[in-house]
């Protein structure tokens, strides 16, 4: 042990020493390699999961085609999300907010919301989950796809039934209720 290390200041510091287990995470947006999901015709981009931050938040980059976005919902964890390109029309508690790019919105625990893109562009966003969790769900309901732009394959009316029975399923086990209207 280095004898020009003072312990004494580590042992009574209020900050945990440092896990050397846990590793820095790189992550591009644009790998292919990244774990892209097709979902309800947006797809997002898992960069930074519950297993990389102890369970402290997930990252997800989302690509929002015109028309695209959520249905109403709500959940157990606060989201934040920050446009990086484009715009959304975000509801929350039934008020409506368009949201562009360079400004972030949070929404606390439990409230009800969705977001749209209602323009004619696609929208980019990052989505901070807290806790993790959110990727899991849409790894478990959504499809692989090629890319981060890739658009998620197109349902016929049977797939979509299934889909939404599926969605509504597996929303309580990932802490998430459907809403009719936000």
């Known amino acids: 042990m280095n004898s020009d290390v003072d312990t004494s200041a580590q042992l009574s510091s209020p900050i945990p020493p440092d896990d050397p287990k846990r590793n820095l995470v790189l992550a591009q947006a644009d790998e292919q ?45 606060e989201e934040s999300f920050i446009v990086l390109e484009g715009e959304i029309e975000a509801t929350f508690r039934g ?9 972030a919105i949070h929404i606390p625990a439990n409230a009800p919301h969705q977001f749209q893109n209602t323009s004619h562009h696609p929208a980019r966003l990052l989505c901070i989950c807290s806790p993790a969790g959110q990727e899991e769900f849409f790894a478990t309901v959504g499809v692989a796809v090629a890319t981060r732009t890739t ?15 599926n ?10 209720e459907m809403l009719q209207h936000a």
């Open 33 to 77: 390699s990244a774990s892209h999901i097709g979902l309800v015709g947006d797809t997002y981009t898992i960069l930074i999961t519950g297993k990389d931050t102890n369970g402290h938040f997930c990252l997800i980059d989302m690509h929002i085609p015109p028309g695209g976005g959520p249905p109403p919902h709500r959940h157990d964890f």
């Open 95 to 103: 008020q409506r907010s368009s949201v562009r790019a360079g400004a």
């Open 151 to 165: 658009a998620p394959p197109t349902l016929d009316p049977a797939a979509q039934a299934a889909f939404k029975t």
């Open 167 to 176: 969605v509504e399923a597996l929303a309580t086990t990932y802490r998430t």
